[in-house]
């Protein structure tokens, strides 16, 4: 099983963003308000607005498994595939944005879902859950880069 994993290329954005509505759906849209889904739903149909981000994606084939995209230093969507949850995709999509960008902190809003996905890449919160205007449920999370002693 071949897996390839780089920025968006023409043409996958939409399979993408199908990806992470997809897992939004399963895995977080039944603990949202319906604004929340609306709000969601929203953001990912602005494609200005995704295009704008930096973006990686795992592939198999035509098939998107994975999407970490950011804006700067914090991640503003980051959906593996269930199927291929646990199998590693995550973190080398993680490994990729870093080594892209060499930061030293990243920030996240994350959903209540995948606060343990982010503390296994080494986040921690900064503050308890939060619920926005907009219906989003979030935790701000925080990772910095190690310095040796």
Same mark, same amino acid.
């Given at each position: 099983m071949r897996w390839r994993f780089g920025a968006y290329r023409g043409g996958e954005l939409p399979p993408a963003m199908d990806l992470c509505r997809r897992v939004f $759906?399963?895995? *977080? #849209?039944? *603990?949202? +308000? +319906? *604004?929340?889904v609306e709000a &969601? /739903?929203?953001? $990912?149909? /602005?494609a200005a607005q995704v295009n704008s981000l930096t973006? &990686?994606? #795992? @592939?198999?084939g035509s098939r998107p498994l994975g999407v970490l995209a950011a804006e700067g230093s914090h991640i503003a969507l980051f959906f =593996? /595939?269930? #199927? &291929?949850h646990r199998q590693g995709i995550g !973190?080398? $999509? &993680?490994q990729a944005y870093l080594a892209e960008g060499g930061r030293e902190r990243v920030t996240v809003h994350s959903s209540p879902? #995948? =606060?343990? =996905?982010? !503390?296994? $890449?080494g986040f921690s919160p900064t503050a308890e859950e939060h619920l926005s205007p907009d219906g989003i449920r979030y935790t701000p999370?925080? @990772?910095e880069q190690k310095t040796e002693s």
């Amino acid at each position: 099983m071949r897996w390839r994993f780089g920025a968006y290329r023409g043409g996958e954005l939409p399979p993408a963003m199908d990806l992470c509505r997809r897992v939004f $759906l399963e895995f *977080e #849209a039944p *603990e949202y +308000p +319906p *604004e929340g889904v609306e709000a &969601f /739903d929203t953001y $990912l149909a /602005d494609a200005a607005q995704v295009n704008s981000l930096t973006a &990686f994606c #795992a @592939w198999e084939g035509s098939r998107p498994l994975g999407v970490l995209a950011a804006e700067g230093s914090h991640i503003a969507l980051f959906f =593996v /595939d269930p #199927a &291929f949850h646990r199998q590693g995709i995550g !973190r080398r $999509l &993680f490994q990729a944005y870093l080594a892209e960008g060499g930061r030293e902190r990243v920030t996240v809003h994350s959903s209540p879902y #995948a =606060v343990e =996905v982010y !503390r296994h $890449l080494g986040f921690s919160p900064t503050a308890e859950e939060h619920l926005s205007p907009d219906g989003i449920r979030y935790t701000p999370m925080i @990772w910095e880069q190690k310095t040796e002693s």
